[in-house]
């Protein structure tokens, strides 16, 4: 049997925030090398995953990217509604990183 | 100068410091303090309505400090997007709070203040001859919206800071502007690298974010030299690693190693970040690039409608079940005991924390709370028609007799008396875009002054 561990575990910062008041982006940043890569490397942090995540289609994905010198993903997407418009649920945009947590990673 | 020093107090001016870090702080010598005071977070209300985030009181209690410490350093101060939101009302809330204290304390600055506001009939004339370019996933402006849009105003960046800086300016109250800005003019005046410049006001801006554990609420230094800078907390409880400077670097933006502001193109792809002392951090190897055309981000937000909103929490297990069913008819039921009203001029929203709350249709979760908190929510054209709603919601779903109930006293745990809550006007973005300008200082006109002896300065360096 694979090996899992959740992505929440091997993660030193999983966080989300607007990034202007229409877009909202992800982080997901390692302190350990070896983590990093493991993640990176396993290719399961992709936009059909994402969209399948968060209920949304690719076209809603600004991006995924891998950024070595902060060993960091970052992924950015559209947010359902502009910050604090009429049902805005989250105005700072802080708590979305949530469906990430469960991710698991064979390690 | 083989080092400038930039003292960041805090990540927005009036959530306060410890006043011990800011003198750490100052006993470093810094060249320069400068703080940012707004941002786009707290969503459009602050621009729309002209009002700040942070309170007089303690926007007061920051600027005493920041202002004395600046004036025995005889060092300049630079405030960037004052107020919270850098409109006209922003800045001269500021202002006050600054000739108070400028009065009580006996202190003399030259004081410039740049303004950020963008006239309506400015951006109309973009929009007809096609030159509003709306930032990505915004809507095109209409102009039903420009019309009724308030508080336009641009990010500045660095050019009409160092611009007053030229003219002798000691403190600098500016209206919206970018938020590294504030932090890199001084240091570009100086002929520092702007890529580092920009990249180190990237990581200032937000105070003690950057280290661990990470606050806005506590102060940050920034040593800026020929190829490299260095970042160091200034409370010895937090320290700043390579991980919390890296990662706060793409903090907030879209993408983690490009960043766009008004004149240039930061590429931090080939950044290096490496561990200087045991609590702090060195960064070299930020690139910029100057883009042919300068743009400006502008914003702008409008108010939409009025909302008044009930808190309340449901415990009943058969109510828990029936809680989508019973969301749907109290809507039926309040449609159609004012049928005279038209439906589409009023609107009643739920958020159902315990379920969704949060995440509302992007919830993976099917999990649900033993109990629920329930915001109900009406909005609409008047306040008076969203408090009828409202009252009217609120009162269906309190009585409701769903199927199977046993609780029949009464379906809702109200969190106050009373328990529906006029919340006033609702407002959202309706400019988030970029324009074309020849010259980066043409929408940011200064002004000087004596605030000791009140008067109004000339545009001269004395």
Known sequence: MIQTKSLYSLAKVLRSKNSGPFELTIDIIFDKEENYRVVKNSGIITNELICKLYNISVEEISGIIFYEPAMAIKITMKRPIDSGSIGDTDVYGAQQHAPLIEIQIPV | ?462
């Open chain 2, 1 to 462: 100068m083989i080092e400038i020093k930039i003292l960041s107090p805090c990540g927005i001016l009036g959530y306060g410091f410890p006043k011990e870090s800011f003198q750490r702080g100052l006993e470093k010598k810094p060249d320069v303090i400068a703080v940012d005071a707004g941002s786009t977070d707290a969503g459009p209300h602050k621009l729309g309505a002209g009002v700040g985030i942070v309170s007089k009181r303690a926007v007061k209690k920051d600027l005493e400090l920041i202002l004395a410490g600046g004036f025995d350093l005889k060092i300049p101060i630079i405030i960037g997007s004052a107020g919270g939101a850098g409109a006209k009302k922003h800045v001269e809330w500021t202002m006050e709070i600054i000739e108070e204290i400028i009065q009580e304390k006996k202190l003399f600055f030259k004081t410039a203040v740049i303004h950020a506001d963008i006239e309506k009939e400015y951006v109309r004339n973009r929009l007809e001859t096609n030159n509003l370019f709306p930032m990505k996933f915004v809507p095109q402006l209409t102009e039903n919206d420009l019309e009724k849009t308030n508080n336009i105003v641009g990010q500045m960046g660095v050019e009409p800071i160092i611009e007053a800086l030229e003219n002798g300016a000691q403190l600098i109250v500016a209206g919206r502007a970018y938020d590294p800005s504030a932090f890199a003019a001084y240091p570009i005046l100086k002929g520092f690298d702007p890529a580092l410049a920009y990249h180190l006001g990237k990581i200032l801006e937000c105070g003690a974010l950057c280290a661990e554990p990470g606050t806005t609420k506590d102060c940050i230094i920034g040593h800026l030299r020929k190829d490299h800078f260095i970042v160091e907390a200034l409370n010895p409880i937090r320290k700043c690693y390579t991980t919390s400077v890296a990662g706060h670097t793409l903090y907030e933006k879209d993408h983690p190693y490009i960043l766009h502001g008004p004149g240039i193109k930061l590429d931090l792809s080939e950044c290096k970040f490496e561990q200087y002392s045991d609590s702090t951090v060195k960064v070299s190897g930020s690139e910029i690039e100057f883009p042919k055309q300068y743009t400006i981000k502008l914003e702008g937000a409008v108010k939409v409608a009025y909302r008044t909103l009930v808190i309340a929490g449901i415990r009943d297990p058969i109510m828990i079940e029936n809680i989508e069913d019973i969301k749907e008819e109290v809507i039926n039921q309040v449609q159609n005991y004012f049928d005279e009203i038209p439906t589409d001029e009023y609107q009643i929203i739920y958020h159902v924390y315990g379920k969704n709350g949060v995440m509302g249709i992007r919830e993976p979760s099917k999990q649900i709370s033993h109990e629920l908190g329930i915001v109900i929510e009406a909005i609409a054209s008047t306040q008076e028609l969203a408090n009828t709603i409202c009252s009217a919601a609120r009162s269906t779903m309190l009585h409701y007799g769903y199927e199977g109930r046993k609780s029949t006293a009464g379906n809702l745990a109200f969190l106050y008396s009373p328990s529906d809550i006029e919340f006033g006007p609702v407002y959202k973005f309706t400019l988030y875009h970029l324009i074309n300008v020849d010259d980066p200082k043409e929408l940011f006109p200064i002004e000087y002054f004596d605030l000791f002896n009140k008067e109004e300065l000339k545009n001269d360096s004395n």
